[in-house]
T-cell receptor, first 116, second 112 residues
Framework: ETGVTQTPRHLVMGMTNKKSLKCEQH?????MYWYKQSAKKPLELMFV???????ENNSVPSRFSPECPNSSHLFLHLHTLQPEDSALYLC???????????????FGPGTRLLVL | SQQGEEDPQALSIQEGENATMNCSYK?????LQWYRQNSGRGLVHLIL?????REKHSGRLRVTLDTSKKSSSLLITASRAADTASYFC????????????FGKGITLSVRP
């Protein structure tokens, strides 16, 4: 266990549905991340939050809407997704963005999303 | 953009053999890390090597870094079936604000 949990672990949704992914970290970290992992592609950074403030949006389509109510929780709200959005969505945390120490990230188990 | 690229893409070995995986990157880095991912799971941090280090050990893992060649290798000695997983290198660059750049990963299969 890495101290980062994600729910649900699996999600099937239609293109007109609205759903949310949840991530929670119990490590006392202040930075949280959303990544998308598709087959045979490098891990794609989507969003970064540092002390609840978004510091990076990596040109992610607006059908993905992140929310970070506090440093321990991160959500990814999904609406009108496309089949190509099917992927494993990984949440990660780290001490903080710009920390002077080595930047090790701690990952959750991921949510496997299938868009029909 | 800077990106770690692992080599080979897939590796199959017999239990007990050593596994060597390589990673190359394009620009200056602060640190290079290796992560492991079991099928359908999240990534787990294995080892970090700083840009001013050349070699590091952790249990059965040995990592080397050659900044002149912009490359790193991960050696797993005396492999076990449980080492079967995908392995990723990740780099963070000066001024990248903690952003990690991952490669596509290497799929390691260890046959019992």
């Amino acid at each position: 266990e890495t101290g980062v949990t994600q729910t649900p672990r699996h999600l099937v949704m239609g293109m007109t549905n609205k759903k949310s992914l949840k991530c929670e970290q119990h490590l006392g970290h202040n930075a949280m991340y959303w990544y998308k992992q598709s087959a045979k592609k490098p891990l794609e950074l989507m969003f970064v939050y540092n002390f609840k403030e978004q510091t990076e949006n990596n040109s992610v389509p607006s059908r993905f809407s992140p929310e970070c109510p506090n440093s321990s929780h991160l959500f990814l709200h999904l609406h009108t997704l496309q089949p190509e959005d099917s992927a494993l969505y990984l949440c990660a945390s780290s001490p903080q963005v710009g920390w002077t120490g080595p930047e090790t990230q701690y990952f959750g188990p991921g949510t496997r999303l299938l868009v029909l | 953009s800077q990106q770690g690229e692992e080599d080979p893409q897939a590796l199959s070995i017999q239990e007990g053999e050593n596994a060597t995986m390589n990673c190359s990157y394009k620009t200056s880095i602060n640190n290079l890390q290796w992560y492991r991912q079991n099928s359908g799971r999240g990534l787990v941090h294995l080892i970090l090597i700083r840009s001013n280090e050349r070699e590091k050990h952790s249990g059965r893992l040995r990592v080397t870094l050659d900044t002149s060649k912009k490359s790193s290798s991960l050696l797993i000695t005396a492999s076990r079936a449980a080492d079967t997983a995908s392995y990723f290198c990740a780099t963070d660059a000066p001024g990248a604000n903690s952003k990690l750049t991952f490669g596509k990963g290497i799929t390691l299969s260890v046959r019992p």
